[in-house]
């Protein structure tokens, strides 16, 4: 939803009806997670991809019969169906579709608009209904006040995770009765990445962190090198001691650290700040030896154990790197494998799902 939402605005502002195609579920190596959307305009132009082209052409018409009718449905499309090479979809996966026409959003304009600010907020549909939840009000209904209730009360859990699936609760909210499936999608702000180091490898770690849909922070002491032409991709600038920083910042669950000073009188103070946060991801750059010494003098100002295994270093996979560009993809490869599960290993030589959950 945040790749179409701008396009969804424009056709607010316009008056032009349109459908939004939602993949609620994936069975096996379904091209796109749950979450992924596809909106089609009464005018017929559309935005988003929910398979990356396997299913778009008959979910395209779904859309259509949507806005025509001004009512929701479901679709599921796999290999195993008759239709499954006719839809495009031969990878062998399996994907749930909910298409909703915008006559059944709740209050599209207020989600809209929090997506857009990257403010919190939480969908939960079933059918022509839909529920939001802002963190601090609830708006819509799905039929009854008692599943308002069960379901608000789940979706504020699910909105904290900044997590999206399927809830299946009983017609009054039960929470042992599965006759009601409600797809609950929750936006959250962008995580954030603070690269340490105004290098040349941080530009292209900036770089690819903005790709990655982070919102990046450089830090650097020293001002000559902190400067907006070096690093047009960061979206904040910070010139300041990096251990000071980092104690006075949010850092939370989702956050990437980037430590790529590897200078001792930096490091250290920066890296006993760093492990004693919640960060998903804390990797420091410099060789072996560097990374021996620094452990060292972590160990000597009293940084336990169990915090010196959270550290990734040297940081990255061995993808052979050697560029800052190359380097910056084995840093990215190593802290998304890090949040999926992933292995980091070659998919040729795994027979594991290519999709981790």
């Known amino acids: 939803m945040r790749d179409i939402v701008d396009g969804l605005t424009a056709w607010r502002a316009a008056g032009v009806g349109f459908a939004v195609a939602t993949v609620v579920r994936t069975w096996k190596s379904a091209p796109r997670p749950p979450g992924a959307a596809m909106a089609v305009g009464a005018d017929g132009e559309v935005v988003g991809s929910i398979s990356g082209g396997c299913v778009e052409g008959a979910v395209y018409e779904l859309c259509r019969e949507a806005i025509r009718t001004g009512r929701a449905c479901t679709e599921t499309y796999g290999v195993g169906d008759d239709d499954a090479f006719e839809v495009g979809l031969t990878c062998g996966g ?3 579709v909910l298409v909703q026409p915008d006559v059944v959003l709740t209050e599209p304009d207020a989600v809209f608009a929090a997506i ?5 907020v939480a969908t939960a549909s079933a059918g022509n209904a839909q529920l939001v939840v802002w963190p ?3 708006a819509g209904t ?3 006040a008692d599943l308002d209730r069960a379901v608000a009360r789940q979706v504020e859990g699910m909105l904290a995770l900044g997590s999206t699936g399927t809830i299946q609760l009983g017609t009054r909210g039960q929470q042992r009765h599965d006759e009601v499936s409600v797809f609950v999608q929750s936006y959250l702000p962008p995580p954030r990445m603070i690269v340490f180091g105004a290098i040349d490898f941080a530009v292209a770690v900036a770089r690819i962190g903005r790709f990655l849909g982070y919102h990046v922070t450089v830090c650097d002491a020293r001002p000559v090198f902190a400067t907006r032409k ?5 979206d904040d600038l910070v010139v300041q ?12 669950g989702r956050t ?14 920066l890296l006993e700040v760093a492990l004693r946060t919640r960060a998903r991801y804390i990797g420091a750059m410099g060789s072996r030896r560097t990374h021996a010494d ?6 000597e100002a009293g940084v336990d154990e169990a915090a010196l295994a959270r550290l990734s270093s040297p940081i990255g996979l061995d993808l052979g790197a050697r560029t800052p560009e190359e380097t910056a993809v084995a840093i990215a490869a190593e802290f998304v494998a890090l949040a999926a599960g992933g292995s980091g290993r070659r998919l040729t030589d795994l027979d594991t799902p290519i999709h981790h959950r």
């Open 142 to 144: 799905l039929g009854a």
């Open 94 to 96: 399996t994907i749930e």
């Open 116 to 120: 857009r600010a990257g403010a919190p």
């Open 294 to 299: 620094r452990l060292r003098r972590l160990r």
């Open 241 to 252: 001691w990096p251990h000071t920083y980092l104690e006075s910042t949010v850092v939370d």
């Open 230 to 234: 070096r690093f047009p991709d960061a």
């Open 136 to 138: 601090d009000r609830v």
């Open 256 to 269: 990437v650290l980037c430590v790529l000073t590897h200078d001792p009188k930096f490091d250290v103070p």
